[in-house]
């Protein structure tokens, strides 16, 4: 295979192919608020994120160069080598004045072995003087941005209360592949409401943006989500191991080989998560779908060149 053995361009491989060692990616949470949660659009937030704002996993302490030391300490304890990329990961890491995220992003710009800096954020949330400092950045080390697309479908977009367009994410796309920004795309499989054909759609929508990585995301229920609500009504399931397996795949398939694939899954927080529990065992289920790709003798982007 072209990826290391895989079937897929995992992040994994990109990683050691442009850096030459693995890479570890350490995950910080900068303080930042999010205008869907502080009242500028919304108090209430996308309906399945985290009280955490997804940044369940990292380490509470304020200081971002405290939590990277820590972090990069803790895995030091495992593996000895590699370098690290730090990855702005909880709430929304553009949504401060412009001098208050220098400050933070610069804060961990030259740690020993960093090779780059990731940032989540919202599509509008980059204003021009955002992308100036993005673009700053992209000069001084290897950055990407990823946006939280999660669905293309409207009925969709307005039930998980994301408050903001597809037209937004459009030009956040073209603004940063115009400065030369590598983007990774967020994408929830298994939202309440949408079908096999929805998701397959958002997929290929992704597919045709330019965006040069995507996060596959199953749909995790957590504890204090205002889509617990729609749980207790009965008016959405959560998707079963198999079906997931095979809905990663038949999106795979649809993807271009050089988009790298940052993500197939996840695991939320034991303590935290409703379900799906089968989603605990990470690794079994990336086993799983390593697997399966060998069973339907597939890979990514076999579809490409083929009806859809």
Known sequence: MEWSGKRYHSLNHFLRNRFGEKVFKISLDAGF?????????????????????SGDFTFKCDNISEQFDKAKAMMRKKWRNGKFIAYFQA?????????????????????????GIAIATRPDC??????GLLKEINKKTYLWVELGLQTVKKETMRLINCCYSLDSYINSIKVLKEEG???????????PGENRDDMINTVRFVADTNTQGIKLHLLHLMK??????????GDMELLEKEKYIDLVIDCVERLPKEMVIHRLTGDGPRDTLIGPKWS???????????????????WQGKLITKKQ
């Not at 920004?181 to 939202?191: A, E, N, P, Q």
């Open 126 to 131: 980059l204003p021009s003087d955002v992308i």
């Open 33 to 53: 608020t999010c205008p869907n949660r502080d009242g500028s659009i919304s108090n209430k937030g996308c309906i399945f994120c985290s009280p955490r704002g």
């Open 224 to 233: 204090d989500t205002p889509m617990m609500e729609l749980y207790k009504k």
């Open 91 to 115: 709430y929304t890491n553009t949504y401060a004045p412009v001098d208050v995220l220098r400050e933070k992003y610069f804060s961990v710009l030259n740690k020993e072995n960093l090779v």
């Open 280 to 298: 605990l065992n990470k690794w079994e289920v990336l086993n799983s779908i390593d697997r399966r790709f060998i069973e339907r003798d597939t």
């Open 181 to 191: 920004i590598d983007v990774v795309t967020h994408c929830i499989l298994g939202l």
